[in-house]
C-alpha cells in the first residue's frame, strides 16, 4: 500500500501530498513495528531511565519539579497523576493527559491546509485493507471520527470524496469499496444506524451527539413521545443508545479531528466529557488505538507528548502547500478609531489583489473579522463609501454572522458557494463564522478589526484563513492586524505552533505546486504493432476424476523419558532413560463436506464436482486429513497446466487521456482539464508555458498541455532550439510532443514496458514524438514517428555496449532495449533517436539530425 502511494517508476505521489504519506508511514510503524504501543512505553524505550537526564527532558519535566518530587521517578509519576496543585505549579497537564490515558493514543500534527481529514480517510482505508486481506489479523474494522461542531462535521463529508483507488491497489481498493459503510450521525436520530456488531463501518459524528453527557441531548433529539417530565429520562437514554451502538463494533479505532478541541485551550473543560465518552468505549469493546489530527500541538506553550508527527506552518509554506506570507502580515495602531483602518484596508486590498484570480477564474477575496454585530454595524457605511471609491459596487460584500436576524438564509447559501468562480462577492464581513473549517482558496487576505478581549486562539484562526493554497497560484496571502492584534497572533503562534510571525514571514517555498492545462484534447493516438503475450490454461482432458490414495503410515509421535543427573562432563542436568518409544494413534479424520470445501478454496473450481468425487471414493466414510495432500497433487495435475502465447497487435496509444484530468468549468462556463504537479523550487526555471514561447511558435507546436515541466535543461534546450528550427517552415514536421512529464497511466497511455534488476516489470516513458506529415490523402496522426530521449553521456558507454550485446543489466540499457524492441516491430513506421550530451545544453547539430531523420523519412 505505501508502494502505490508512489508512481512506480517517477517516485511521483500518485494522491497523497508529502506530509501526508510521512504521517501515514509513522502511524503504520507504530502499528506494525512498534505493536501498537502506549506512548508512555514509547518515552521508556526510547529514552530509557538508565540515562535519567534525557528521560526527564524528553518528558518536558522542569528541573524545579523533579526536585520538588525529591528526584524520584515513583513520587514524580505518582504527584503528575494525583497532585492537581503539583501540575498546575510546574504547568504539567499536557504530560499528565500523555501518562493518564489507558489506551494507545497519537496525534499526528499537520498544520492547516496539508489534508488532515484525507489524513483520517487513509488511515481508515488502509486498516480496512489490511483487515480485509488478513482476516485474523490485528487491524481496525471499524471506525468512528469525531468532529467538534457542525462546521467541521460538514468538512467531514470530505471523506466520502476521496478517491480512495489511489490509496488502496487495486486489488485491496475492490474489496474495500465492496465493504465500507459511511455514516453520518443526524439530528433529531436516536441511534446511530449501524448494524449491531457489524465491520466496515466509518461512523462520522460530532462530539456534541455522542458523549456520556445527558445534558447536551436536546429537545429536537427526543421526539415528542415523552412528558416534559420525563424529558431528563429521555435524554439519558438517546444518549445510551448511541453509545451502545457504538460499542457493539468490534476492532475499533476512534480519530479527533481538530484535536485541539480535546487537547489544546479546551484540555481542563471539553477535554473530560469527550475522554469520558473514549474511556467508555475502550471499556466496552476493543479500542484498537485513538488517532488525533490536529494543526495546533501546544498547550499553552507545552508541546503535546501524544505528538508522533508535525508538519508545522513553515513548512507548509515551504513545500507550497500554504500561501507565502513573506513580508506580508501588516500591523496598524489606528488610536482606537477603526474607520482609517478599515478604510485603508479595503483600499489596499484592491489595488494589490483587484485584479488577482486563481487559475480557475476566481477573484481574489478578503474577509474582515468583527468582534460584535455592532461593530459590523456601525462600520458597513465606511466598508460601502470606500468600494465605490475604488470602483467597487456594494454588492461584493457579503455579511455572514451568527445573528439570524442580519444573516438571512440565501446569506449562508452564498457563503457557501463562495468557492464558484462565479460567486459575485469579494469581500466577506464575519462575526463568530469563518474560522475552523472554512476552506475557501480564493481568499487572498484577512483583517482582524478592533482588538478581541477574550480571543481563545480566535485571532489565529481568523488570520491563516487565507493560507490555502492552489496549484498555479503565485501570489501571496496578506494578514492585516492592529498593533494589539499583533502581539496576541505572536503569542498564540508560539502557543499553539511553537512558531513566530517572523518566522513565517522568513518561510520561502522549497517545493511549489503548478496547475497544468490541456491545450489540445484531440490528440491523434499513435498506433503501433505490440507483441502481446497471453498466459492461458489448458483444456483439462476430461472430466476430472480422483483416484483414492494409498494407505500411508501417519508419522508416529517418538516419547523420550529424561531424569535429572548430577552434572558431570557437560552442562545439561537431563539425561535420557531408555530408548525413545514410537506412539502410533489414529489419524486425524475430515469428512467428505470439509475436504471439499478445503478444495475447491484452494484451486478456485465448482464445489459440487469435487463434492461429488469424493462422495464416489469414500461414500460415507471420513477421510485421513494427510490424504488431502495426495488429492490436491492429482487435482494441480488435471488442471494446472498452462501455455503461452505471442501474437502481434494494432494497438492506438494515447499521448494524452483527458478523462485523467481533473475538469472544471472556467468562469464564461467552458470545460477545462487540470493536473496538479509539484516541483522544487530550484527547477522552476524548467518549466516553459506555451504563452511565454507564443511568438516564436507561429504554427502552434507541441504544447499539448501548459505548462511543460522539464527533467533537466537539455531537455528544455532542445525543445527550445527544435520550436527555433522550427519557426519559419516546419517542413515535414506535423507536430511535436514533450511525453515524458507524465507517466500516470490514467493520463496516457505513451510508456513502454521493461523488467527492472528484480525481475518486477516498470514503465517508462520516453522525452520527446516528433510526428512527421501524414502521406497524401492520410488522416492527422497517421504519419511516421520520431521518438526521442536525451541522456546524459555519462551513460554512453554502457547503454550502447548493452545494446550491441542485446544483454541489459543497467536500467538505462533495460529502457533502451525496450525501446528498440518497439522500433524493430515498427520498422516502417517508427523511430527510436538517442542524444547524449556532456553538458547541460543540446548542441544545435543535434537537433538538426533528429529533424534531418524526419525529413528522409528513415
Not at 488505538?289 to 506552518?313: A, K
Request: aromatic residues 8%; contains cysteine; proline residues 6%.
Amino acid at each position: 500500500m505505501l508502494e502505490w502511494a508512489c508512481e512506480s517508476e517517477t517516485g511521483s505521489l500518485r494522491f497523497l501530498r508529502p506530509p501526508q504519506l510521512r504521517a501515514l508511514e509513522t502511524y503504520w510503524y507504530l502499528r506494525l513495528i512498534e505493536g501498537t504501543p502506549h506512548v508512555a512505553d514509547l518515552y521508556q524505550r526510547l529514552f530509557p531511565v538508565d540515562d535519567l537526564a534525557s528521560h526527564i527532558e524528553a518528558l518536558g519535566v522542569p528541573e524545579a519539579a523533579f526536585k520538588a518530587a525529591n528526584y524520584n521517578l515513583e513520587t514524580l509519576d505518582e504527584r503528575i497523576r494525583a497532585d492537581d496543585d503539583f501540575v498546575r505549579s510546574f504547568r504539567l497537564e499536557a504530560l499528565r493527559e500523555t501518562l493518564t490515558l489507558g489506551y494507545p493514543s497519537y496525534i499526528l500534527a499537520l498544520a492547516m491546509g496539508a489534508g488532515k481529514t484525507i489524513l483520517i480517510g487513509a488511515i481508515v482505508a488502509t486498516e480496512f485493507g489490511m483487515a480485509l486481506d488478513e482476516p485474523g489479523g490485528p487491524f481496525v474494522q471499524n471506525a468512528l471520527v469525531f468532529a467538534p461542531g457542525k462546521t467541521i462535521l460538514e468538512s467531514l463529508r470530505e471523506l466520502s470524496a476521496i478517491p480512495y483507488e489511489k490509496v488502496l491497489p487495486p486489488r485491496l481498493h475492490k474489496a474495500f469499496a465492496a465493504s465500507v459503510k459511511l455514516t453520518f450521525t443526524r439530528d433529531g436520530e436516536k441511534d446511530v444506524p449501524v448494524i449491531r456488531r457489524s465491520s466496515f463501518n466509518v461512523v462520522v459524528t460530532n462530539t456534541e451527539k455522542i458523549r456520556i453527557q445527558k445534558e447536551s441531548i436536546r429537545k429536537s433529539d427526543i421526539g415528542r413521545f415523552f412528558a416534559l417530565e420525563r424529558a431528563d429520562e429521555q435524554r439519558a437514554e438517546v444518549a445510551n443508545l448511541r453509545l451502545q451502538a457504538i460499542a457493539s463494533l468490534p476492532h475499533l479505532a476512534v480519530f479527533s479531528d481538530e484535536a485541539h478541541h480535546t487537547y489544546g485551550q479546551s484540555l481542563d473543560a471539553e477535554l473530560k466529557k469527550v475522554r469520558k465518552t473514549v474511556d467508555y468505549l475502550a471499556a466496552n469493546t476493543n479500542v484498537i488505538c485513538v488517532v488525533n489530527t490536529t494543526g495546533t500541538p501546544y498547550f499553552e506553550r507545552q508541546p503535546l507528548r501524544d505528538v508522533v508527527i508535525w508538519y508545522g506552518l513553515s513548512e507548509g509554506i515551504r513545500d507550497g502547500i500554504l500561501k507565502d506570507l513573506a513580508g506580508a502580515i501588516q500591523s496598524y495602531d489606528f488610536a482606537g478609531d477603526p474607520r482609517p483602518y478599515v478604510a485603508h484596508v479595503i483600499e489596499d486590498f484592491f489595488r494589490d489583489y483587484g485584479a488577482v484570480r486563481l487559475p480557475n477564474g476566481a477573484p481574489a477575496k478578503i474577509a474582515l473579522y468583527f468582534p460584535q454585530t455592532n461593530d459590523l454595524k456601525a462600520l458597513r457605511p465606511v466598508i460601502d463609501e470606500v468600494l465605490l471609491r475604488v470602483g467597487q459596487s456594494p454588492a461584493v460584500c457579503l455579511v455572514n454572522t451568527s445573528d439570524a436576524a442580519l444573516t438571512k438564509a440565501a446569506d449562508i447559501d452564498a457563503f457557501n458557494r463562495l468557492n464558484d468562480p462565479a460567486s459575485p462577492h469579494r469581500v466577506v464581513l464575519l462575526v463568530n463564522k469563518g474560522t475552523e473549517g472554512w476552506n475557501c482558496p480564493s481568499l487572498f487576505a484577512c483583517a482582524l478589526v478592533r482588538r478581541l478581549k477574550t480571543s481563545n486562539n480566535f485571532v489565529l484562526q481568523a488570520a491563516t484563513r487565507c493560507l490555502r493554497q492552489v496549484p498555479g497560484n503565485t501570489h501571496r496571502a496578506r494578514v492585516y492586524l492592529s498593533s494589539d492584534n499583533y502581539g496576541i497572533l505572536d503569542r498564540q503562534l508560539q502557543e499553539t505552533y511553537g512558531e513566530s510571525i517572523e518566522s513565517l514571514k522568513q518561510s520561502v517555498f522549497e517545493r511549489r505546486r503548478a496547475r497544468v492545462v490541456l491545450r489540445k484534447l484531440d490528440v491523434p493516438p499513435l498506433v503501433i504493432t505490440k507483441v502481446i503475450r497471453t498466459v492461458t490454461r489448458r483444456a483439462a482432458p476430461g472430466a476430472l476424476t480422483l483416484v483414492r490414495p494409498k494407505a500411508a503410515v501417519m508419522p508416529a509421535l517418538l516419547e523420550t523419558t529424561f531424569t535429572l543427573a548430577q552434572q558431570e562432563s557437560t552442562r545439561s542436568v537431563l539425561q535420557q532413560v531408555g530408548e525413545a518409544v514410537s506412539i502410533e494413534g489414529p489419524p486425524p479424520l475430515l469428512d467428505i463436506r470439509t475436504a471439499a470445501v478445503d478444495l475447491v478454496a484452494h484451486y478456485r473450481l465448482d464445489l459440487w464436482p469435487i463434492y461429488d468425487e469424493l462422495g464416489r471414493l469414500y461414500g460415507h466414510e471420513d477421510l485421513a486429513a494427510h490424504e488431502l495432500d495426495d488429492l490436491a497433487a492429482q487435482i494441480e495435475k488435471h488442471q494446472g497446466e498452462y501455455e503461452t502465447t505471442e501474437e502481434r497487435v494494432d494497438v492506438a496509444l494515447a499521448l494524452v487521456r483527458p478523462e485523467g484530468f481533473e475538469r472544471e468549468l472556467a468562469g464564461d462556463g467552458s470545460a477545462i482539464y487540470t493536473a496538479e504537479i509539484t516541483y522544487h523550487k530550484d527547477k522552476e526555471h524548467l518549466l516553459l508555458s506555451w504563452d511565454a514561447l507564443r511568438d516564436k511558435n507561429p504554427h502552434e507546436l507541441g504544447f499539448h498541455y501548459t505548462p511543460y515541466a522539464f527533467d533537466s535543461n537539455p531537455e528544455k534546450t532542445y525543445f527550445d532550439l527544435l520550436l527555433t528550427e522550427l519557426e519559419i517552415d516546419p517542413g515535414e514536421v506535423e507536430d511535436v510532443y514533450f511525453t515524458g512529464g507524465f507517466t500516470d497511466p490514467g493520463k496516457t497511455d505513451f510508456f513502454v514496458e521493461y523488467k527492472d534488476e528484480k525481475g518486477k516489470w516498470r514503465r517508462y516513458t520516453p522525452d520527446f514524438v516528433i510526428r512527421r506529415k501524414p502521406p497524401a490523402g492520410g488522416a492527422p496522426g497517421s504519419g511516421q514517428v520520431l521518438i526521442v530521449e536525451i541522456k546524459a553521456e555519462q551513460f554512453r558507454a554502457v547503454i550502447e555496449d548493452e545494446m550491441s550485446t542485446r544483454r541489459a543489466v543497467s536500467r538505462e540499457g533495460r529502457k533502451a532495449l525496450a525501446l528498440k524492441r518497439w522500433e524493430e516491430l515498427n520498422p516502417d513506421q517508427l523511430k527510436y533517436h538517442l542524444i547524449f550530451t556532456p553538458g547541460t545544453t543540446v548542441a544545435a547539430d543535434r537537433v538538426q539530425e533528429s529533424l534531418r531523420l524526419v525529413e528522409e523519412g528513415w
